[in-house]
């Protein structure tokens, strides 16, 4: 415990994670999970008016968040008011900083929590790229299905990332992000937001598509258009092929 001589620690042998810089008035202690939690709670649930001549503090259901950003946090609307003309300049959406792809594309659509339910599929078969001219082909079959919930979980487990993303992340949708990305979906293209791919938008994009079946001119076959997994429910996306992608070179 040396290596944190000025915090306060869980006494819980693996503990619960929480250490907390120690005030003047707590001595040097581990101190029981509950009371620790407790402490921790009542501290990281204070928040304050991004309002700098106001700059009051509270708990998170006394504030209001910026709708486009939700960064700043207002303890009314008249604070939110006088504080745009400062604020307008840097406020970006919040997964703006997300849309960079590995390939090099950018996601252009909104970056959505899933918080309806859905099936997983859990295919079997072959994908074959044959030689020049590119053509892909596809056999599978259903192996599985999974009903998920909230976040993308396991439906009998999503109460769990639900109450985290009310309670720990005071819905904060850039802090449940950092906790679990595989909860969000691109609006541009399904993109579950933890994949690192490029934006499969098939056509609707402004730069080219650069998925295999639009690059070898090949439209999305039945068992990927139409997947049931949450990220793909309510969006109308194309089905390709981007006509952009042909001459794309191909990376193996």
């Keep these: 415990m040396n290596r944190k001589r000025n915090a306060i620690g869980c006494s819980r042998r693996r503990g619960c994670g929480y250490w907390l810089s120690r005030p003047p008035s707590i001595p040097h202690t581990l101190l029981s999970c509950a009371t620790l939690c407790s402490l921790a709670s009542s501290i990281y649930s204070q928040f304050t008016c991004s309002n700098p001549p106001c700059s009051k503090a509270g708990s998170a259901n006394e504030f209001s968040r910026c709708s ?28 703006d900083k997300h849309r960079k792809c590995d390939d090099m594309s950018a996601h252009f659509g909104k970056l959505e929590l899933v918080t309806w339910s859905g099936v997983c599929q859990v295919t079997e078969g072959t994908l074959l790229l044959q030689s020049v001219p590119f053509t892909l082909q596809r056999n599978p079959t259903i192996a599985a299905k999974e009903h998920l919930g909230f976040g993308c979980v396991f439906e009998e487990e999503a109460a769990d990332p639900k109450e985290r993303f009310e309670t720990d992340c005071h819905s904060d949708l850039e802090k449940f992000f950092e906790y679990r990305p595989q909860g969000f979906r691109w609006t541009c293209c399904e993109l579950v937001g933890s994949s690192p791919y490029g934006c499969d938008h098939h056509g609707t994009g402004p730069k080219a598509c650069t998925c295999d079946f639009c690059r070898s001119g090949e439209r999305l076959p039945d068992d990927v258009y139409n997947n049931p997994h949450p990220s793909r429910k309510g969006l109308e996306l194309s089905r390709g092929p981007d006509p952009r992608s042909r001459g794309i070179p191909w990376t193996m």
């Design 68 to 95: 486009k950003c939700q960064s700043t946090y207002y303890c009314n609307r008249e604070c939110q008011l006088a504080h745009w003309s400062a604020h307008k300049t840097q406020c970006k959406p919040w997964f």
